[in-house]
């Protein structure tokens, strides 16, 4: 992540967040047009987001659920002003891409990372209302079938689907297979996947989370492999140490069908 120095903090950061921050470095390490990101070098580290009133509620909100399963970062402070700004502690360690060298290392610990998501993360959501995230999906998908949206950057042919027709084929045959039944990542991408010392650190970037089908981050991971390994040999040996017995081939298919046609 490239990180530019800057000589302070946003002069309309919050004071709450100025005053726990002090005088320590601070590092523009923004990736978005949508949200500014800053990095502060202090204590470990933290991270200062801001973003247009109103748009990080539910952000800090889901990213608390990763923090109260030992997953996620720690949220600071959350205020909502003229902006919107969120503080959270950096979660230590890198992100999976830098172990891109040791590819069958990553995939055998990405597997039991998300599969433990999956299986035991509505325990840590309590009462937290949790979008579904299933269900604007398939809504998004419907809205770009209609618009004749296809995402050929997601190389689903892997599953069969090679144009608009064959993803509107697939949803149409088996769309209710998904079900929005466990907690997911959202956005399960090698970046967002933190590891320190060989050991998963935490996820960060958590916004997109919700309800949703493990398919959905099975998906998305086994494409993040693909992408930053330039290859698709990984993505079997990921699944395997996921565990096969809760991977269903069809699932897998329509949630690459649905993420191919998305129009947002």
Request: a negative charge; charged letters at 25%.
């Amino acid at each position: 992540m490239t990180r530019t120095l800057l000589p302070a903090l946003p002069p309309d950061t919050p004071p709450e967040a100025a005053d726990l921050l002090g005088t320590s470095p601070v590092y523009d390490s923004s990736c978005s047009d949508a949200a500014r990101v800053y990095f502060i070098d202090r204590d470990g580290g933290f991270f200062l987001k801001r973003a247009a009133k109103g748009t990080l509620a539910e952000e800090a909100s889901l990213t608390r659920v990763f923090a109260d399963a030992g997953c996620g970062p720690e949220v600071l402070l959350y205020v909502s002003r003229e902006h919107d700004w969120m503080l959270t502690r950096r979660v230590p360690g890198e992100d999976g891409t830098h172990l891109l060298d040791c590819p069958a290392f990553l995939c055998d610990r990405l597997g039991p990372v998300f599969r433990e998501l999956h299986d035991s993360g509505l325990a840590f959501a309590g009462k937290t209302a949790l979008p579904d995230r299933t269900a604007m999906t398939l809504a998004s998908a419907e809205r770009g079938l209609a618009s004749g949206f296809f995402h050929d950057y997601l190389h689903t042919e892997r599953f069969g689907i090679r144009s608009a027709d064959d993803a509107r084929a697939v949803l149409s045959d088996g769309g209710d297979a998904l079900r929005p039944d466990c907690l997911i990542h959202g956005d399960a991408c090698l970046p967002n996947v933190l590891f320190a010392g060989g050991r998963f650190s935490g996820f960060v970037d958590c916004g997109g989370a919700g309800l949703g089908d493990r398919h959905t981050d099975l998906f998305w991971t086994v494409w993040s492999l693909m992408y930053n390994l330039k290859t698709d040999a990984w993505g079997d040996r990921f699944l395997d140490a996921y565990g096969r017995d809760a991977v269903d081939p069809d699932r897998m298919r329509t949630a690459a069908a649905a993420e191919a046609v998305t129009a947002d």
